[in-house]
Every structure is written in C-alpha cells, then in structure tokens.
C-alpha cells in the first residue's frame, strides 16, 4: 500500500515489486475464492461481492460484467492466472483515470478534483453526492484519496462507459429531455435519479404546459373543426369556391381566414382568456406518472434488451433495440394516462359559452362519458394511441441516443479525447430533445389527429362518429384530403421551443431553490 506521507504520493504501480504485487492478488483472490476450490465461480463471485459489502452486490447485471471480464477463457470458472491477467490490464487503466484526476500530479485526489473530473463527464452531481463519493473512496479517512485507495476500490468495479469512476460513482452515490408526441415538455431519465429532481423536473413541466396551453387548444380546436381549409396550401379564390359549391351561397372573399386565426378568435370569443386554458388542469396532472413510467420502463426494456444482446451496458445497444425499448417506454406512459387524455379532449370540444363550466364541466363530462359506455369511452382510440406512441417513442428517444452519441464522437476527435471525456453542454441537451420530439411528433401526426378524433366524437365541437380507425381516417380523407391528417401540426410544432425553453429555465432555478446542486 502506497503511504500518504509526501514522498511516497507517487501514483507509480512500478513501485511495487512485482513479488509484492502478486501477494496482494493472492490475497484479493483468496478473499473471493470462498470455497478454497483455487478457482471463483459465478455464484461465488456473487457471494463473496456481497461478503465484502461491494458496492456492486446488488447490481447482478455490473457482477457478471466483472466475472466474466475475470473469465477470460469463458470456463465459467476463474482461476488465479485468469485473475492476474484482469487485475493487470485493469491497473493500466485505473493508473491513467488516477492521472487524469489529479491534474496538478501531486499524488493525492482531493474533493474538487473528483468534481470537476466528473462535471467533466457530462455528470450532473452537487456537493453532498460529491462528498458522500469521495467518502467511500478516502478508505483512509485523511481528506485526500492516494493511489492505492484509488486503485482497491475500483479494481472490481465494471468499466461501462468507458469509465470505471463515472461507474463508481453512480454505484456508490445515492441511488435515491424530453419532448412528447404532443410536444410537450416531459421529466427525463436523469431527473428520476432522487425525489429532488423528479419535483424540479415534474414542477417544470407543470409550467411549461400551462404557459404553452393555448397551443394545444388552438390544436384541438382545429383537429375537431372539418370545416375549415388551410389558407396556406389553398388560395382564398379556391376556398370561396369550393365552400360556395358546398354551401349553395356566395362566400365573401374577406370573410376567408386563416384557420389558426379562426381558431384563437373562436376560442376568446366563447370563453375569453380562460378558454385557452380548458383542459390544461388534466393535461398537468398526468405530468408525474406519465414521466415516471415512460423512462422507468424504458430503462426497464434497455436492460431486458441487453440480455438478449448479450451486452452488460445500454449504450453497447444496437440501434433497433434502443428504438425497441423507447416504443415500449411510450406505450406504457400511453397506457397510464390515456383516461385522462380522453376526458381533456372531451372537455375542450365541449360548449364553452354554456352555463356549466369549471369543475362542474369536468365532472359532467366525466359522468357523461360513462353513462354513454362505461370505462371503455375512456379507452376509445387506445389501440391507435399505441399504434402513434410506439414509433414516436421510438424516433424520439432512440434519434436522441443516437444524436447524442454522434456528437460525444465527433468532439472526441475534435477535442482529442475520449469520447467520455466529453461534456455535452445544456444548450445541446435541449437543441437535440427539441429536435428529435419534432420530428418523431411530425411523423406520427396523423395517427395522433385520428385518435383524438375517436376520443372526441360526438361532442359538441366534433359531432361525427366513426366505426373504428379506419372509418375516421377514411371520412378524414375523402372530406379534407391528405392536408386534413395534418390539421393542427404547426400550433403543436410552435410550442416545442417554448416548452421547452421554459421547461429548462424552471428547472434550472427549481435546482437552486431545492438546493440540489
């Protein structure tokens, strides 16, 4: 063991005698091999992990990433020259992260140097995460962590990433981006890590949806209206002619509007402000549990895909099975809140300048809905829900996996680094969330206008009732065309960058409030 007195802080495994290093591995390996067989089987390994209150005993993925590094010749067995030969490619790695941590070389690692080394990382980790690390690491208690410290404690540690300290640090820390097929703003993944964050992260998209609302109510309103005819792919000529025809009256050309413009003014006029915010009270509530099962089983299915893979670490997935599981993630979250979405579509497509309203509208509509079918009406359009969810999950979180992969390689090459040296500044996080929600919303956008249309039939602002999918899409399509599937896509695109700009703002001062970082 390397002394902490300053002339011997010099993280140099030639040091040690190549007789001294070998008793050490005798050692470690004496400790593992609990049955004394002179070699380590799996359920040994596992076993003494445990024995040794390893950070990584409970993790049985990060357990046979180890074993089978150790079992090189894949004998399901581990004997000491196999042993050996890890431990020795493992300390050239771990020499050089050493030196990387300790930039002004003196030997020792102190707090700020495992700080910024993993800020370094692109890991979001504030002063007590950092400490408690640290902690675990300075085995000796002194306030400083030297080579050996270092070394013992991640020789046994699996090197994902690219890196056996990030991985380290996500055992040992307390285990306590993202746009919508909607375009809304949702939690991610790093956000579930501690209740702290989920709160910042859930509270953000609360504010982000309420001040984006009345995008999502013009959306509505013109995926309920069949009547009205997109200004911007038809001359007004061309929609006075063919309303008059419709019609059997003369249409005044200055009578022709944007229907965007007919929307928002349609809006106000029936319910004033207030009525671009109907709805908005069930689109935030679904905000914590929708996030909360989309990224849980979509980190759920990543984990089921590296089995069948064959691969211990997610981001070794291949491309299809990342797509794979962020379809799967979609789908549940669809699943968990689809009720509610119901029963918002519902209530914006009702007679606003009524007498009911409120609450009292809420709950109406509710028992409405059931009298007419029973649980069911609150499911009506699922299967078409999951059909759009499925590929928008997919688009959306795999073309981010892969944006973000892109970008950790071309910087790597640029900065002349490891890719997992690369620190992906926030401005890219939100660019490449923005971005993949547009396009995977854009792609599934008419099977989305179809659904809604399903839940919302025979209300007040959509009285046509459909025999199914294909019924509402074929009515959709002989009646407004192909430009009909795409009613109400620019309202929902124009409220990605705000959403989410929002979203980030919010978030960013929620962490300082709550004291996270």
Same mark, same amino acid.
């Given at each position: 063991?390397?002394?902490?007195?300053?002339?011997?802080?010099?993280?140099?495994?030639?040091?040690?005698?190549?007789?001294?290093?070998?008793?050490?591995?005798?050692?470690?390996?004496?400790?593992?091999?609990?049955?004394?067989?002179?070699?380590?089987?799996?359920?040994?390994?596992?076993?003494?992990?445990?024995?040794?209150?390893?950070?990584?005993?409970?993790?049985?993925?990060?357990?046979?990433?180890?074993?089978?590094?150790?079992?090189?010749?894949?004998?399901?067995?581990?004997?000491?020259?196999?042993?050996?030969?890890?431990?020795?490619?493992?300390?050239?790695?771990?020499?050089?992260?050493?030196?990387?941590?300790?930039?002004?070389?003196?030997?020792?690692?102190?707090?700020?140097?495992?700080?910024?080394?993993?800020?370094?990382?692109?890991?979001?980790?504030?002063?007590?995460?950092?400490?408690?690390?640290?902690?675990?690491?300075?085995?000796?208690?002194?306030?400083?962590?030297?080579?050996?410290?270092?070394?013992?404690?991640?020789?046994?540690?699996?090197?994902?990433?690219?890196?056996?300290?990030?991985?380290?640090?996500?055992?040992?820390?307390?285990?306590?981006?993202?746009?919508?097929?909607?375009?809304?703003?949702?939690?991610?993944?790093?956000?579930?890590?501690?209740?702290?964050?989920?709160?910042?992260?859930?509270?953000?998209?609360?504010?982000?949806?309420?001040?984006?609302?009345?995008?999502?109510?013009?959306?509505?309103?013109?995926?309920?209206?069949?009547?009205?005819?997109?200004?911007?792919?038809?001359?007004?000529?061309?929609?006075?002619?063919?309303?008059?025809?419709?019609?059997?009256?003369?249409?005044?050309?200055?009578?022709?509007?944007?229907?965007?413009?007919?929307?928002?003014?349609?809006? /106000?006029?029936? +319910? %004033? @402000? $207030?009525? &671009? =915010?109907? *709805?908005?009270?069930?689109?935030?509530?679904?905000? !914590? #549990?929708?996030?909360?099962?989309?990224?849980?089983?979509?980190?759920?299915?990543?984990?089921?895909?590296?089995?069948?893979?064959?691969?211990?670490?997610?981001?070794?997935?291949?491309?299809?099975?990342?797509?794979?599981?962020?379809?799967?993630?979609?789908?549940?979250?669809?699943?968990?809140?689809?009720?509610?979405?119901?029963?918002?579509?519902?209530?914006?497509?009702?007679?606003?300048?009524?007498?009911?309203?409120?609450?009292?509208?809420?709950?109406?509509?509710?028992?409405?809905? /059931?009298?007419? +079918? %029973? @649980? $069911?009406? &609150? =499911?009506? *359009?699922?299967?078409?829900?999951?059909?759009?969810? !499925? #590929?928008?999950?997919?688009?959306?979180?795999?073309?981010?996996?892969?944006?973000?992969?892109?970008?950790?390689?071309?910087?790597?090459?640029?900065?002349?680094?490891?890719?997992?040296?690369?620190?992906?500044?926030?401005?890219?996080?939100?660019?490449?969330?923005?971005?993949?929600?547009?396009?995977?919303?854009?792609?599934?956008?008419?099977?989305?206008?179809?659904?809604?249309?399903?839940?919302?039939?025979?209300?007040?602002?959509?009285?046509?009732?459909?025999?199914?999918?294909?019924?509402?899409?074929?009515?959709?399509?002989?009646?407004?065309?192909?430009?009909?599937?795409?009613?109400?896509?620019?309202?929902?695109?124009?409220?990605?960058?705000?959403?989410?700009?929002?979203?980030?703002?919010?978030?960013?001062?929620?962490?300082?409030?709550?004291?996270?970082?």
């Amino acid at each position: 063991m390397i002394s902490v007195d300053n002339q011997d802080r010099v993280p140099d495994a030639q040091m040690e005698s190549s007789a001294a290093r070998d008793r050490r591995y005798k050692q470690l390996f004496e400790r593992l091999d609990i049955q004394h067989s002179g070699a380590i089987s799996l359920s040994g390994f596992r076993k003494s992990v445990k024995d040794l209150d390893h950070p990584i005993k409970d993790s049985k993925d990060a357990v046979e990433e180890i074993f089978q590094s150790l079992d090189n010749h894949n004998l399901n067995a581990v004997d000491f020259d196999s042993f050996k030969e890890y431990l020795i490619r493992a300390e050239t790695q771990i020499i050089k992260g050493f030196h990387n941590l300790d930039k002004d070389q003196d030997g020792i690692i102190n707090q700020n140097d495992v700080k910024n080394y993993l800020e370094g990382l692109g890991v979001e980790a504030n002063d007590k995460q950092v400490e408690q690390f640290f902690n675990k690491l300075d085995t000796k208690h002194d306030g400083v962590i030297t080579y050996d410290e270092f070394r013992d404690t991640l020789l046994l540690m699996p090197r994902l990433s690219g890196s056996r300290v990030k991985t380290a640090y996500k055992f040992i820390s307390s285990d306590l981006e993202n746009v919508s097929s909607d375009g809304d703003f949702t939690v991610g993944e790093d956000i579930l890590n501690s209740v702290g964050y989920f709160l910042a992260g859930g509270l953000s998209g609360v504010v982000s949806r309420t001040c984006t609302a009345p995008f999502d109510r013009v959306k509505v309103f013109l995926i309920a209206r069949t009547d009205l005819t997109s200004t911007l792919l038809h001359s007004k000529k061309e929609i006075t002619s063919s309303v008059g025809e419709l019609k059997h009256q003369k249409i005044p050309i200055d009578k022709i509007k944007s229907p965007i413009l007919k929307a928002a003014t349609s809006i /106000y006029r029936q +319910g %004033g @402000l $207030r009525g &671009f =915010y109907v *709805g908005n009270g069930l689109n935030v509530l679904k905000v !914590f #549990p929708e996030s909360a099962m989309k990224f849980g089983s979509f980190e759920a299915a990543k984990r089921f895909m590296c089995t069948v893979e064959g691969v211990s670490d997610p981001t070794q997935l291949s491309k299809v099975s990342t797509f794979a599981a962020g379809g799967f993630g979609g789908v549940c979250a669809q699943m968990t809140v689809y009720p509610i979405d119901t029963l918002k579509y519902r209530l914006q497509c009702a007679k606003l300048d009524s007498d009911i309203r409120g609450n009292r509208l809420l709950w109406t509509t509710a028992k409405q809905m /059931y009298k007419e +079918g %029973g @649980l $069911r009406i &609150f =499911y009506r *359009g699922l299967s078409v829900g999951i059909i759009g969810m !499925f #590929p928008y999950a997919a688009i959306d979180l795999g073309t981010f996996s892969t944006l973000k992969k892109w970008y950790f390689q071309k910087e790597a090459v640029l900065q002349n680094c490891a890719p997992e040296d690369v620190k992906l500044p926030n401005y890219i996080v939100l660019s490449m969330g923005a971005l993949s929600g547009t396009i995977g919303a854009s792609m599934v956008y008419p099977v989305n206008l179809i659904r809604t249309r399903l839940q919302a039939q025979g209300t007040y602002a959509h009285p046509h009732r459909y025999n199914g999918f294909f019924d509402a899409a074929r009515k959709t399509m002989v009646k407004e065309g192909v430009p009909g599937l795409f009613k109400g896509l620019l309202p929902n695109l124009a409220k990605v960058a705000p959403a989410v700009s929002i979203s980030y703002l919010m978030y960013e001062n929620l962490k300082d409030l709550f004291q996270l970082e």
